[in-house]
T-cell receptor, first 112, second 107 residues
Framework: DAGITQSPRHKVTETGTPVTLRCHQTENHRYMYWYRQDPGHGLRLIHYSYGVKDTDKGEVSDGYSVSRSKTEDFLLTLESATSSQTSVYFC???????????FGQGTRLTVV | QKEVEQNSGPLSVPEGAIASLNCTYSDRGSQSFFWYRQYSGKSPELIMFIYSNGDKEDGRFTAQLNKASQYVSLLIRDSQPSDSATYLCAVGRDFVFGPGTRLSVLP
């Protein structure tokens, strides 16, 4: 399995609180991605990174920010969590962006 | 906005049959195409990828790409109950995913 670790794996938080999800890789891959997965919507791209400090928005970026200060870590922050952000969040990594992406185990986030 | 479309299913096939999964995409400039399988409650896992027009075979799986028609498909030969899962098509360097097709292989 590709060396990807997401933390935490499960989190329950209250509306309005900040939340940070972490994706850590040991593969030294250049590209990292954050997705959310909801019933009926499949996987939707939130943000992705193509290098340290290089990030871009995806399809559903509103309400989310990201940071990548080191190759191995890609952080996803919900500045003020809302119930609509209850979802399963997946991190993925890819060596070049043109080859396969490998997924982490996912983080189940519940905003109450 | 890039779009990737798949029939949501469920697609039901008997054991041993060929399952055919289809995907269309909107971005004509896309160069890379991927098929993932996702079991319930698990993360997606790569089945195969294809870059060039035509067929690419890997064991029981064949991916077919037609860039002119903006169409990519996945054939699963000799389908097994263990193939029952959701199959996700992804397109391009930013890995835009379709909604997935749920496949059920009946014993």
């Amino acid at each position: 399995d590709a060396g990807i670790t997401q933390s935490p794996r499960h989190k329950v938080t209250e509306t309005g609180t900040p939340v940070t999800l972490r994706c850590h890789q040991t593969e030294n891959h250049r590209y990292m991605y954050w997705y959310r997965q909801d019933p009926g919507h499949g996987l939707r791209l939130i943000h992705y990174s193509y290098g340290v400090k290089d990030t871009d928005k995806g399809e559903v970026s509103d309400g989310y920010s990201v940071s990548r200060s080191k190759t191995e870590d890609f952080l996803l922050t919900l500045e003020s969590a809302t119930s609509s952000q209850t979802s399963v969040y997946f991190c993925a990594i890819s060596p070049t962006g043109d080859t396969e992406a490998f997924f982490g185990q996912g983080t189940r986030l519940t905003v109450v | 906005q890039k779009e990737v479309e798949q029939n949501s299913g469920p697609l039901s096939v008997p054991e041993g049959a060929i399952a055919s999964l289809n995907c269309t995409y909107s971005d004509r400039g896309s160069q890379s195409f991927f098929w993932y399988r996702q079991y319930s409650g698990k993360s997606p896992e790569l089945i195969m990828f294809i870059y060039s027009n035509g067929d690419k075979e890997d064991g029981r799986f064949t991916a077919q790409l037609n860039k002119a028609s903006q169409y990519v498909s996945l054939l699963i030969r000799d389908s097994q109950p263990s193939d029952s899962a959701t199959y996700l098509c992804a397109v391009g360097r930013d890995f835009v995913f379709g909604p997935g097709t749920r496949l059920s292989v009946l014993p």
